[in-house]
């Protein structure tokens, strides 16, 4: 059985909408899935209302974007109500903070770089549900200013150094809690950019979320290494914790495969974690 539980559409920062992503889910052969934009439950609602019974079954989700005075955290919340008042909220200041960045990036292209776009390419972009870095550098690319999206990100866009305003990890949880829904920590050793965060540093930071009601932790992923995924797993069954499973699929904007989350290279029986998670979520492995 495959299962995928961190995917993004062209609702945030994918390249694939949402029926789209449900085509190829069936076509991978995924069994369970779980659309998971950017401060968005559009994409996902819209599918939840369109799924038949022969479909793959969907959880409810979504990927926020956080930040406190330790660093930057991605929490995704899965199985709440997305309908729920703080979810909403969630999803409302996610995208007024992500408005900011994208106008206070385009601002600093112009005034540190002289790249200019025309009125109706960035009236196009800011009315995007969620814009973010990929959107940018792939407007970049078409108007010659970059070789390549990830040039683009790399040598312009995070050269800006502006107080930007995040949702905080444990508004997120608290919301995601609030909706009825799992928080569970994304990616865990990975930070911002291509920050690694391990060992005593990492136990920390899940100790501090733990705190605040964070249930779970994303222990299989395609960007781990062997040793980091142990890592990740070792921590989880210490606190408790949920395992989720999830690939981080972006379309074509990232090198990576639906379903690709490391959980074929789990030799023996599927973590506790993880079987407890599914069973929440109404979902048997049996």
């Known amino acids: 059985m495959i299962i995928d539980l961190h995917i993004h559409s062209t609702v945030s920062d994918g390249t694939d909408k949402p029926e789209e992503i449900l085509k190829k889910v069936k076509e991978a052969g995924i069994s369970l899935f779980s659309l998971t934009d950017h401060d968005a439950v559009k994409g996902s609602s819209a599918l ?129 809690l609030e909706g009825g829904g799992i928080p569970v920590l994304a990616h865990p050793p990975f930070g911002r950019g291509d920050q690694l965060i391990t060992g005593s540093d990492l136990e920390e930071r899940i100790r501090r979320l733990m705190d605040h009601g964070l249930q779970g932790l994303e222990g299989f992923y395609s960007g781990y290494t062997p040793q980091l995924r142990e890592s990740i797993l070792n921590f989880a069954l210490q606190y408790g914790l949920y395992i989720t499973a999830g690939s981080d699929y972006h379309g074509t904007n990232k090198p990576v495969c639906l379903g690709q989350t490391g959980l074929d290279r789990c030799e023996e029986n599927w973590p506790d974690g993880l079987i407890r998670f599914l069973g929440v979520c109404g979902f048997t492995t049996r």
Request: glycine share 8%; proline share 5%.
């Open 48 to 176: 939840a209302g369109a799924m038949s019974e022969e479909d793959p079954r969907m959880i409810s989700g979504a990927e926020f974007s956080c930040r406190d005075e330790k660093g930057k955290y991605h929490i995704l919340g899965y199985r709440f109500d997305p309908d729920a008042e703080s979810i909403q909220q969630l999803i409302r200041t996610g995208h007024q903070y992500r408005m900011e960045k994208t106008t206070a990036r385009l601002q600093h292209l112009e005034n540190e770089f002289g790249f200019s776009f025309p009125e109706e390419e960035k009236k196009k972009l800011l009315s995007m549900d969620n814009p973010g870095k990929p959107h940018l550098g792939n407007l970049m690319v078409r108007y010659g200013y970059a070789g390549t999206k990830d040039q683009a990100i790399t040598e312009y866009i995070n050269h800006l150094h502006v107080r930007s305003r995040y949702i905080r990890p444990e508004e997120a949880v608290r919301g995601i």
